[in-house]
């Protein structure tokens, strides 16, 4: 009876969550993001823009585990305060990866879906922030590799979509890619859930009966010049780094943790 009176408040609590976060990106368009605009340099918005982003998603993770709704542990946080110019590349498995990646990160740059430029609820904040869409791939790549010179530190799912629980990692490509081109590091972080929740095809009602529990550990950067230095065509290259990352990404080992 008890963890069925729990279920429901979890529930309770999720659609609540919902409503905030969506309300929470509202008050960031319409208040907070005007201010930034007051900075003169484009690099100086975007900053400010993530940092205010960064601050809102641990607020938001900070009401959901004190809300009972989950739990969440982050391993080696601190490592990416050694990072600029170089890729972030995790497992995707839940709709909450990115919000308990980018509450770490001191700088955030990702790709997002162009249709969400539009969205009414985050738009403002993807364009704030300079995230970067995926409409073109040549003009992508370029944006890519301007951001990694500038020091950035760009956050990529290469999955391309939610992993399906149960199933074995599949990567794309395309992060593989862009590594060789940029000639950046790649930092790995993995991220599990357990119970698995707000995963690909489930909806946000379907909560699990046991409380959810978030463990991310930033794990060690893989060095690419070592790839580089393989003398065969960039697609074999490409085919082998993806190969390494996703063995590398079944298990990171953790670091310094940041408990929610």
Request: glycine residues 8%; contains cysteine; charged residues 15%.
């Amino acid at each position: 009876m008890l963890s069925r009176v729990a279920q429901v408040w979890r529930l309770c609590a999720t659609a609540l969550s919902y409503l905030l976060f969506g309300l929470g990106a509202l008050l960031l368009t319409a208040s907070w993001f005007p201010l930034a605009a007051c900075c003169r340099r484009p690099a100086q918005r975007q900053r400010l823009a993530q940092t205010m982003i960064r601050g809102a998603f641990r607020t938001f993770l900070t009401v959901l585990s004190a809300a009972g709704v989950l739990s969440y542990r982050i391993h080696g946080a601190e490592r990416l305060r050694q990072d600029g110019g170089c890729l972030l590349v995790a497992n995707h498995p839940s709709l909450l990866d990115y919000v308990l990646l980018a509450s770490v990160m001191p700088q955030c740059d990702c790709i997002v879906k162009q249709a969400l430029w539009h969205n009414p609820f985050v738009g403002g904040i993807v364009r704030a922030a300079g995230y970067l869409p995926n409409a073109d791939p040549e003009s992508l790549f370029s944006r890519c590799q301007q951001r990694l010179q500038q020091g950035g530190i760009l956050l990529i799912f290469p999955e391309g979509t939610r992993s399906v629980p149960g199933a074995a990692l599949h990567l794309q490509r395309g992060a593989a890619h862009l590594a060789l081109r940029c000639r950046a590091d790649v930092r790995l972080a993995h991220i599990r859930c357990e119970p698995a929740t707000l995963t690909k095809g489930a909806p946000w009602y379907q909560i699990p009966r046991r409380k959810p529990h978030f463990e991310v550990t930033i794990g060690r950067k893989v060095a690419i010049a070592p790839f580089l230095a393989a003398a065969q065509p960039e697609s074999l290259t490409a085919r082998a780094l993806t190969t390494f990352l996703t063995q590398a990404l079944t298990f990171v080992e953790p670091g310094t943790s940041y408990d929610g």
